[in-house]
């Protein structure tokens, strides 16, 4: 009688132990997916996000003052000391010279298209001749500052 309560005493044990054991593996194969899943899905998102805005954002050729005193300068006679397109020379432009704080318009030029009318001229940017081109008088890294400075009185970029 006593060998047979230890058998089934045993028989207990080792049910108890098996439920426990196949409840864990439950408990595993439930979790596992979720904590294999998450990373998948979220981490390539931040990456993608964060990488595709940030390129075109970064501006070489920071405007210093000397920026600021080359346009006073070359640029202000006719485009206005604060760049309105009101210089002392605009009355007598054939065509009126552009008023760098009007956002709308400059939103629609590219860093490139504005570079290449400073370096060239009106004429050859498809503007008017009364442009004049600035390549022999200003290096290319003063003309990238300028258009710097232009985006700065426009406060806009190109979209
Ligand atoms: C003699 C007058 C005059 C001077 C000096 C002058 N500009 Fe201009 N600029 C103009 C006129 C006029 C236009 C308008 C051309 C048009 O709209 O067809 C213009 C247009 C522009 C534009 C707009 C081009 C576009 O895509 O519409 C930029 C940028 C510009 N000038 C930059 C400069 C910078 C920088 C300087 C100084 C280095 C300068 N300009 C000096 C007369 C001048």
Redesign the pocket.
């Known amino acids: 009688m006593r060998r047979v309560e230890v058998l089934k005493n045993w028989m207990m044990i080792s049910l108890v132990l098996l439920l426990v054991v196949l409840c864990s593996a439950c408990g595993e194969s439930k979790t596992n997916p979720k904590a294999s899943e998450a990373p998948e899905i979220s981490a390539p998102q931040p990456v993608t996000q964060d990488a595709s805005p940030s390129p075109p954002r970064v501006k070489t050729h920071p405007v210093t003052t000397g920026t600021r005193e080359?346009?006073q300068w070359?640029?202000?006679?006719?485009?206005g000391i604060k760049g309105k397109?009101n210089?002392i020379?605009?009355p007598h432009?054939?065509?009126?010279?552009?008023d760098?704080t009007k956002a709308e318009?400059?939103e629609t030029?590219s860093d490139e298209?504005?570079f290449h009318?400073?370096k060239f001229g009106?004429l050859a940017?498809?503007?008017?001749p009364?442009?004049?081109r600035?390549g022999h008088?200003?290096n290319d890294d003063t003309?990238h500052a300028?258009?710097n400075?232009?985006r700065e009185l426009c406060e806009c970029d190109y979209l």
Do not use: D
């Open positions: 080359t346009y070359y640029c202000a006679q006719c485009h397109g210089g020379n605009a432009t054939a065509v009126p010279p552009r760098h318009y400059l030029r298209q504005l009318v400073i009106g940017g498809g503007r008017a009364c442009m004049p600035w008088t200003l003309i300028l258009v400075y232009i």
